[in-house]
């Protein structure tokens, strides 16, 4: 009986083959990605369990959405083909018979502060013979040295390229003031026992690998939370100082499309956190407290969540703050249980701040980013608490704080402390410090974004973020510290969608979406763009920092 469907594949336009050339087309895809599959697990059992992050990338799928883009890799090869030996009309060629498979790449970091701290990328060997010889053509010399059961060729005192007849890594230890290091840390990923590798120590990362996407992150938020860095914050602040993350873990999907990119977290609470906190958060956030949000415009940002009023003692108590809460319930001659009932546990935050783009524009025309002021980004916010249909209670809270003078009815408002401006709507109160509310926050329309408001109703949080949020990430680096995290965001977004579900077992998923300036540009060109110039960047910063420390 004749196959229909397979017939009608092969008379389409596209796919003008015989059957016997069809079979044989397939089995060389089915070979290939057998021999692509078993390379990359090799690359993936020499990242070390003590990485903190790992990213790993499908090239060959990212490139596919790139063909259209092939006049920019042409122009960015020539300029590699003229620091090398390989002719620019062979440079693809001669990727392709490096020895060294470049459609599968796994990054890996560790969250030190120290000179121990790098980033290393893997690539999978499918040819060591063919490796040196490729190398030979790409640096003008290569001093290549066997040691340890590793070739490898020294970069700088910071950086490394070693390879084994199954792995090439390319390693960085930005703090590191000797080679020693670099070369011991590259000995030791690339001659390390399979079962001490992350892939085979942890669970969590062996399920991620078997998943298929163009691009998955995975990190470990309780080595994160270790780490000097992220424990000094944490103990710095009496609400963070007792936070652990141990075995908890996030995982991203990505997918690119024309002027959007998707991805699909999923975060991993340990054990103790999912029996702790699997009521705190409601199905869905009532939309009304959007709608009904006295805000005339989109705003730059936007955070909204729904929790169970019944499970906050739960969260007050592990962010120390029961006893501040008892105070402030006293202050207004009101049980905290009494004063925690007005609220239904929806809760919106709106940031406004049309200020921030025209500061952050002028520090950048700074010649020496060094020497910028702190001038700040002037943030205006409005939160907006949801009520609960008994106002029994809010009432008393009303009538006892005009009484005490705290608060003072105006026309359509109240004012609080002579500084906060509280709306009072059916079924939300609003709180803002802007003076002339009508400028940033106008009393109506409702809040416009469709598509957010829709999230709200489906969802426990939904995120919004505008362009002018990163202008303030990127504006804070520029003054403080170079940032290489905030380097990568930096991109041509015109605004990010984060939208979560309840928390289901111990897995609470989620979705990101980021919309980039140029709507009909794929979202890999505009990374690969970023990421060329940026590189470049790093790599003249690293080259001037060379020459001075000479």
């Given at each position: 009986?004749?196959?229909?469907?397979?017939?009608?594949?092969?008379?389409?336009?596209?796919?003008?083959l015989n059957?016997?050339?069809?079979?044989?087309?397939?089995?060389?895809?089915?070979?290939?990605s057998i021999?692509?599959?078993?390379?990359?697990?090799?690359?993936?059992?020499?990242?070390?369990?003590?990485?903190?992050?790992?990213?790993?990338?499908?090239?060959?799928s990212l490139?596919?959405?790139?063909?259209?883009?092939?006049?920019?890799?042409r122009?960015?090869?020539?300029?590699?083909?003229?620091?090398?030996?390989?002719?620019?009309?062979?440079l693809i060629?001669?990727?392709?018979s490096?020895?060294?498979?470049?459609?599968?790449?796994?990054?890996?970091?560790?969250?030190?502060?120290?000179a121990?701290?790098?980033?290393?990328?893997?690539?999978?060997?499918?040819?060591p013979?063919?490796?040196?010889?490729?190398?030979?053509?790409?640096?003008?010399?290569?001093?290549?040295?066997?040691?340890?059961?590793?070739?490898?060729?020294?970069?700088?005192?910071?950086s490394?390229?070693?390879?084994?007849?199954?792995?090439?890594?390319y390693?960085?230890?930005?703090?590191?003031?000797?080679?020693?290091?670099?070369?011991?840390?590259?000995?030791?990923?690339?001659?390390?026992?399979?079962?001490?590798?992350?892939?085979?120590?942890?669970?969590?990362?062996?399920?991620?690998n078997k998943?298929?996407?163009?691009?998955?992150?995975?990190?470990?938020?309780?080595?994160?939370?270790?780490?000097p860095?992220?424990?000094?914050?944490?103990?710095?602040?009496?609400v963070?100082?007792?936070?652990?993350l141990?075995n908890t873990?996030?995982?991203?999907?990505a997918?690119?499309?024309?002027?959007?990119?998707?991805?699909?977290?999923?975060?991993?609470?340990?054990?103790?956190?999912?029996k702790?906190?699997?009521?705190?958060?409601?199905?869905?956030?009532?939309?009304?407290?959007?709608y009904?949000?006295?805000?005339?415009?989109?705003?730059r940002?936007?955070?909204?969540l729904?929790?169970?009023?019944?499970?906050?003692?739960t969260?007050?108590?592990?962010l120390?703050?029961?006893d501040?809460?008892?105070?402030?319930?006293?202050?207004v001659?009101?049980?905290l249980?009494?004063?925690?009932a007005?609220f239904?546990?929806?809760?919106?935050?709106?940031?406004?701040?049309?200020t921030?783009?025209?500061?952050?524009?002028?520090?950048?025309?700074?010649?020496?980013?060094?020497?910028?002021?702190?001038?700040?980004p002037?943030h205006?916010?409005?939160?907006?608490?949801?009520?609960?249909s008994?106002?029994?209670?809010l009432?008393s809270?009303?009538?006892?704080?005009?009484?005490s003078?705290l608060?003072?009815?105006?026309?359509?408002?109240?004012l609080?402390?002579?500084?906060?401006?509280?709306?009072?709507?059916?079924?939300?109160l609003?709180i803002?410090?802007?003076?002339?509310k009508?400028?940033?926050f106008?009393?109506d329309?409702?809040?416009?974004?469709?598509?957010?408001r829709?999230?709200?109703?489906?969802?426990?949080?939904?995120?919004?973020?505008?362009?002018?949020l990163?202008?303030?990430?990127?504006?804070?680096?520029?003054?403080e510290?170079?940032?290489?995290?905030?380097?990568?965001?930096?991109?041509?977004?015109l605004?990010?969608?984060?939208h979560?579900?309840?928390?289901?077992?111990?897995?609470?998923?989620?979705?990101l979406?980021?919309?980039?300036?140029?709507?009909?540009?794929?979202?890999?060109?505009?990374?690969?763009?970023?990421?060329?110039?940026?590189?470049?960047?790093?790599?003249?910063?690293i080259?001037?920092?060379?020459?001075?420390?000479?």
């Open positions: 009986m004749p196959n229909l469907k397979l017939d009608a594949l092969m008379k389409k336009t596209y796919f003008r059957k016997p050339t069809f079979f044989l087309f397939l089995g060389l895809l089915i070979s290939l021999t692509g599959c078993l390379s990359s697990r090799q690359a993936a059992l020499h990242i070390p369990a003590e990485s903190g992050v790992v990213l790993k990338a499908n090239l060959l490139m596919l959405k790139m063909h259209h883009a092939k006049g920019t890799f122009e960015d090869f020539s300029q590699v083909a003229k620091s090398s030996a390989i002719p620019e009309n062979q060629g001669r990727l392709q490096s020895g060294i498979n470049f459609l599968r790449a796994f990054m890996f970091s560790t969250f030190e502060e120290d121990t701290n790098y980033f290393a990328l893997n690539f999978p060997v499918s040819n013979k063919k490796v040196e010889p490729f190398l030979k053509l790409v640096f003008d010399t290569l001093n290549v040295q066997k040691e340890g059961g590793i070739s490898f060729f020294k970069l700088s005192e910071r490394i390229l070693a390879w084994t007849d199954e792995v090439i890594t390693l960085n230890m930005p703090k590191s003031a000797k080679f020693e290091l670099p070369f011991q840390k590259a000995q030791a990923i690339l001659t390390m026992p399979e079962d001490s590798s992350l892939l085979m120590k942890n669970d969590n990362y062996r399920k991620l998943v298929w996407a163009e691009v998955t992150v995975w990190a470990n938020l309780g080595r994160m939370a270790q780490s860095g992220m424990q000094k914050f944490l103990s710095s602040h009496e963070t100082k007792d936070i652990k141990n873990y996030l995982q991203s999907l997918h690119f499309h024309r002027g959007k990119m998707n991805a699909q977290t999923e975060l991993f609470l340990s054990e103790q956190g999912h702790r906190y699997k009521n705190l958060f409601r199905p869905s956030i009532n939309p009304t407290v959007l009904e949000a006295p805000i005339g415009n989109t705003p940002g936007m955070l909204a729904a929790v169970n009023m019944s499970e906050v003692h969260l007050l108590e592990d120390h703050l029961t501040e809460a008892q105070r402030a319930a006293e202050i001659n009101l049980p249980d009494q004063l925690m007005i239904s546990g929806d809760v919106v935050l709106f940031m406004e701040d049309d921030l783009t025209q500061v952050v524009s002028a520090n950048r025309q700074n010649a020496n980013p060094q020497k910028m002021k702190r001038k700040g002037q205006n916010y409005m939160i907006g608490l949801g009520l609960n008994d106002r029994t209670n009432d809270l009303i009538n006892e704080l005009i009484t003078s608060l003072v009815k105006k026309e359509d408002h109240y609080f402390f002579d500084e906060y401006i509280i709306i009072e709507r059916p079924d939300a609003y803002t410090k802007v003076q002339d009508t400028q940033q106008a009393p329309p409702a809040f416009g974004n469709a598509h957010v829709e999230l709200a109703t489906k969802n426990a949080l939904v995120f919004y973020g505008g362009r002018s990163i202008d303030g990430l990127i504006h804070r680096k520029a003054v510290d170079d940032n290489l995290l905030l380097d990568l965001i930096d991109l041509p977004l605004y990010s969608v984060f979560t579900e309840n928390l289901q077992d111990n897995i609470t998923k989620g979705s979406a980021t919309h980039f300036t140029d709507a009909d540009e794929n979202s890999v060109v505009i990374f690969y763009n970023h990421l060329k110039e940026l590189l470049f960047r790093r790599n003249e910063q080259n001037n920092t060379h020459e001075a420390d000479r």
